[in-house]
């Protein structure tokens, strides 16, 4: 039991043979999809398609070994796969040694940022990303995807751009190079993908399309006519080798490392967590950051790139009944079966087709309708997914995500600096007292303002207030007393008390208004009494609900909406 708390292999007890079976059948289905999407994701990251294939095989087994989720499947992705592209080709040429060298470099630091998150229970931070800052940041990121891929799909050489008006310039500026054969061949694998998908939903589209599309090249010759290849594809396990470190290469991949570490777990913890609430189960988020960052460690010494958890895959994985992360163990063997016997018969294969793969698996993570849905719900929402799409889009891929991110908390600051504060009016009919925004017909009095407040007061928020507070009195002449309802106020630290002792001591003096707290909770009167108030402010605290003070003062709402007070203030405990 010691041994399973540390290598916890999330078995179902028992594990047995009809688990095994479904665990079995669903690895199948995933080695199927792994194959192409592999070597594909490994060409979007300007990487041989064969380390796509390496980074499918003992990432995957180290992953098993350690995970809390039992459903998410590990492995090259189309968003990380843009990150490497995007942070690694500033600094080092695509298809070069040294790039290569960069990217295991890469896959080593975002394991160690990943695990040393999960030591230190960082798991939290990813909450700072908000659902709708990574959803536009995933829809602009595939529709990048998408653009980068044209070029293997027309045929023509373009520029590594990751803003799509620069990709759009450029290509169109080289449209005249396209090449036929390659284009045909492009077009008619989407069609085919798509089509496929819809005819016969159950049919591996993506493997039987590099089959397909091996044996017409090789059957034509079009490599020859100029239709570009994969080319030769090495056989084998990769060797043991241990990443070349170097402090200026760390320097100049520390920021995309960090950017593919977070960015990583997000999405691989979006996804664990969906299917774990379908299946009932918990799954724990540090323990998911140490078992991807022992992934990408070990697997960076077996040349790979960095591995993260799949959206379409683990989904797969869990409509195909994968009960356990043995699914994963078999997917792997499978892999590495692959690599030991069958690569040189990737040799023929179009890179055309590869693009193809990507931008129709890309094309399901572009999902407008959210934008839709957020602006309709919560606008602030819609607005923040907005901004993070269109910085993705225009000022690039690793600052779209920085860029949503800090919008969306400064939303979250400004709501946080401006309490919030409601004039309200007594509704006779409910005899309660609502918001005269929603409520117009609702009674006020020309002597008295309630004010309703649903936020707690600190130093930031509290002084909004008090500008408040003097905007209405300047409105209204005849006001000699403010009813501040603090029924809504869970906190209030220090300087927010202080600072409405010094208010409600000015609006005396100066104005000869009173200022009365009425629905204290008990934490909020806490701090109250350990202030003084309890002493100095002892009658303007002592109430428990509006009613109650109104009734002690005998104020009474005429049916014309106007207060009457018949006798001055008396207060109770």
Request: with cysteine.
């Given at each position: 039991?010691?041994?399973?708390?540390?290598?916890?292999?999330?078995?179902?007890?028992?594990?047995?043979?009809?688990?095994?079976?479904?665990?079995?059948?669903?690895?199948?289905?995933?080695?199927?999809?792994?194959?192409?999407?592999?070597?594909?994701?490994?060409?979007?990251?300007?990487?041989?398609?064969?380390?796509?294939?390496?980074?499918?095989?003992?990432?995957?087994?180290?992953?098993?070994?350690?995970?809390?989720?039992?459903?998410?499947?590990?492995?090259?992705?189309?968003?990380?796969s843009?990150?490497?592209?995007?942070?690694?080709?500033?600094?080092?040429?695509?298809?070069?040694?040294?790039?290569?060298?960069?990217?295991?470099?890469?896959?080593?630091?975002?394991?160690?940022?990943?695990?040393?998150?999960?030591?230190?229970?960082?798991?939290?931070i990813?909450?700072?990303?908000?659902?709708?800052?990574?959803?536009?940041?995933?829809?602009?990121?595939?529709?990048?995807?998408?653009?980068?891929?044209?070029?293997?799909?027309?045929?023509?050489?373009?520029?590594?751009?990751?803003?799509?008006?620069?990709?759009?310039?450029?290509?169109?500026?080289?449209?005249?190079?396209i090449?036929?054969?390659?284009?045909?061949?492009?077009?008619?694998?989407?069609?085919?993908?798509?089509?496929?998908?819809?005819?016969?939903?159950?049919?591996p589209?993506?493997?039987?399309?590099?089959?397909?599309s091996?044996?017409?090249?090789?059957?034509?010759?079009?490599?020859?006519?100029?239709?570009?290849?994969?080319?030769?594809?090495?056989?084998?396990?990769?060797?043991?080798?241990?990443?070349?470190?170097?402090?200026?290469?760390?320097?100049?991949?520390?920021?995309?490392?960090?950017?593919?570490?977070?960015?990583?777990?997000?999405?691989?913890?979006?996804?664990g967590k969906?299917?774990?609430d379908?299946?009932?189960?918990?799954?724990?988020p540090?323990?998911?950051?140490?078992?991807?960052?022992?992934?990408?460690?070990?697997?960076?010494?077996?040349?790979?790139?960095?591995?993260?958890?799949?959206?379409?895959?683990?989904?797969?994985?869990?409509?195909?009944?994968?009960?356990?992360?043995?699914?994963?163990?078999?997917?792997?063997?499978?892999?590495?079966?692959?690599?030991?016997?069958?690569?040189?018969?990737?040799?023929?294969?179009?890179n055309?087709?590869?693009?193809?793969?990507?931008?129709?698996?890309?094309?399901?993570?572009?999902?407008?309708?959210?934008?839709?849905?957020?602006?309709?719900?919560?606008?602030?929402?819609?607005?923040?997914?907005?901004?993070?799409?269109?910085?993705?889009?225009?000022?690039?891929?690793?600052?779209?995500?920085?860029?949503?991110?800090?919008?969306?908390?400064?939303?979250?600051?400004?709501?946080?600096?401006?309490?919030?504060?409601?004039?309200?009016?007594?509704?006779?009919?409910?005899?309660?007292?609502?918001?005269?925004?929603?409520?117009?017909?609702?009674?006020?009095?020309?002597?008295?303002?309630?004010?309703?407040?649903?936020?707690?007061?600190?130093?930031?928020?509290?002084?909004?207030?008090?500008?408040?507070?003097?905007?209405?009195?300047?409105?209204?002449?005849?006001?000699?007393?403010?009813?501040?309802?603090?029924?809504?106020?869970?906190?209030?630290?220090?300087?927010?008390?202080?600072?409405?002792?010094?208010?409600?001591?000015?609006?005396?003096?100066?104005s000869?208004?009173?200022?009365?707290?009425?629905?204290?909770?008990?934490?909020?009167?806490?701090?109250?009494?350990?202030?003084?108030?309890?002493?100095?402010?002892?009658?303007?605290?002592?109430?428990?609900?509006?009613?109650?003070?109104?009734?002690?003062?005998?104020?009474?709402?005429?049916?014309?909406?106007?207060?009457?007070?018949?006798?001055?203030?008396?207060?109770?405990?």
């Amino acid at each position: 039991m010691v041994f399973r708390k540390f290598i916890p292999l999330n078995l179902q007890e028992p594990y047995n043979r009809n688990l095994m079976m479904n665990d079995l059948l669903a690895g199948f289905t995933l080695f199927v999809m792994l194959v192409p999407q592999g070597m594909a994701y490994a060409m979007l990251a300007g990487l041989p398609p064969v380390m796509g294939l390496y980074a499918s095989t003992l990432p995957l087994l180290i992953y098993a070994l350690f995970a809390s989720s039992r459903h998410l499947s590990v492995g090259p992705t189309a968003i990380t796969s843009l990150l490497v592209f995007s942070g690694i080709s500033a600094v080092g040429q695509p298809g070069t040694s040294e790039y290569v060298t960069l990217v295991i470099l890469l896959a080593l630091m975002v394991g160690i940022f990943q695990f040393l998150f999960g030591v230190l229970k960082l798991g939290f931070i990813v909450r700072f990303i908000s659902p709708s800052v990574l959803g536009g940041y995933t829809s602009a990121a595939a529709i990048i995807i998408a653009l980068s891929q044209l070029k293997h799909l027309l045929g023509i050489d373009l520029g590594n751009y990751f803003q799509v008006h620069l990709l759009i310039h450029d290509m169109v500026n080289k449209i005249g190079g396209i090449h036929g054969v390659t284009l045909l061949i492009g077009g008619t694998s989407i069609a085919f993908l798509v089509l496929l998908k819809k005819v016969s939903p159950r049919v591996p589209a993506a493997l039987l399309l590099i089959l397909l599309s091996i044996i017409i090249v090789y059957s034509f010759g079009l490599n020859k006519e100029g239709v570009k290849i994969v080319g030769m594809v090495p056989s084998g396990f990769p060797s043991l080798l241990f990443p070349t470190i170097t402090l200026a290469a760390v320097k100049q991949i520390i920021l995309p490392a960090l950017t593919v570490a977070l960015l990583g777990f997000m999405e691989s913890l979006a996804i664990g967590k969906s299917i774990a609430d379908k299946e009932k189960y918990k799954i724990n988020p540090n323990r998911e950051l140490k078992a991807l960052g022992l992934a990408n460690i070990f697997g960076s010494f077996f040349q790979i790139l960095p591995i993260n958890g799949s959206f379409s895959r683990s989904a797969v994985n869990h409509q195909s009944g994968g009960a356990t992360q043995m699914v994963s163990i078999f997917t792997g063997m499978l892999i590495l079966i692959t690599l030991l016997f069958f690569t040189s018969y990737f040799y023929y294969l179009p890179n055309a087709v590869l693009a193809a793969i990507i931008m129709v698996a890309v094309y399901k993570l572009i999902d407008l309708k959210q934008f839709k849905k957020l602006i309709k719900i919560k606008p602030v929402d819609g607005w923040s997914w907005l901004v993070t799409f269109l910085a993705t889009l225009f000022v690039g891929i690793q600052w779209g995500i920085l860029i949503g991110a800090t919008f969306s908390f400064y939303q979250l600051l400004s709501r946080m600096f401006k309490s919030s504060i409601i004039e309200i009016g007594y509704l006779e009919m409910e005899k309660t007292f609502r918001d005269l925004k929603r409520f117009p017909e609702a009674k006020t009095l020309d002597d008295v303002i309630f004010l309703r407040i649903d936020s707690s007061l600190h130093f930031a928020n509290v002084f909004y207030l008090e500008e408040k507070i003097g905007h209405l009195l300047f409105q209204r002449s005849k006001v000699n007393l403010v009813i501040l309802d603090f029924s809504g106020v869970n906190d209030m630290d220090t300087t927010a008390c202080k600072s409405l002792e010094e208010f409600k001591d000015q609006l005396k003096q100066q104005s000869n208004i009173e200022l009365y707290f009425v629905g204290m909770k008990g934490s909020v009167r806490d701090t109250a009494y350990r202030a003084g108030w309890d002493k100095k402010y002892k009658k303007e605290i002592g109430y428990v609900s509006i009613e109650k003070l109104l009734e002690e003062m005998k104020i009474t709402f005429s049916s014309n909406g106007k207060g009457e007070t018949e006798t001055p203030f008396i207060y109770m405990i």
